[in-house]
């Protein structure tokens, strides 16, 4: 009975590590054939363009593990400013979180992007309760930080930042993010 159980607890392991294998080298196949879709001219870049190395991040401003790398991420960024460029993608793995999107697509436009992604991502639990976004509560962190706020509605409601949006998750799909 012991030998069975350990058979299939190996057998069990080593299906795990096969599909995460396969699933790996899919993504890297996918990133290989579709290198476009890693870094559009739309994306916020924050780093030297001609740094060594660019991290792509894919985020997603309710997700809770994307508000905890954060911070470890612009942590790397300042100790090797040289050599480190980071390129965000959206990945709006969450019902209603396009709209949050919007809303970081417009303070952009007030040249706010960086200041008002912190303060979301630091004050995250308060505008994503059950991980549900609320619009209106990350409307008032964004307020807190000085945006003009009606200018940040009417920029959030533009088509391109719809499609900027839609594109970004269109090549979040095709790499399998």
Known sequence: LFV????LLLLGF???????T???EAQGGAVTAHPEALVRMHAPVLGRPDAKVTIVEFLDPACGAC???YPGVKEMLAQHPEN???VLRYAPFHPGVDQVIALLEAARRQNQFWPALEALLATQERWTPNHRPNVEQ?????????????????DAA????????????????????
């Not at 990350?138 to 009417?154: E, N, S």
């Open 4 to 7: 069975g159980a350990l058979a």
């Open 14 to 20: 080593a299906l795990a590590v096969l599909f995460q």
């Open 22 to 24: 396969t699933e790996r």
């Open 67 to 69: 508000a905890a790398l």
């Open 84 to 86: 480190l460029r980071l």
């Open 138 to 154: 990350a409307r008032l962190v964004l307020a807190g930080i000085g945006l003009d706020m009606t200018r940040l509605d009417a």
């Open 158 to 177: 533009d088509p391109a930042i719809a499609a900027l949006i839609a594109q970004d998750a269109a090549d979040a799909s095709l790499l399998g993010v």
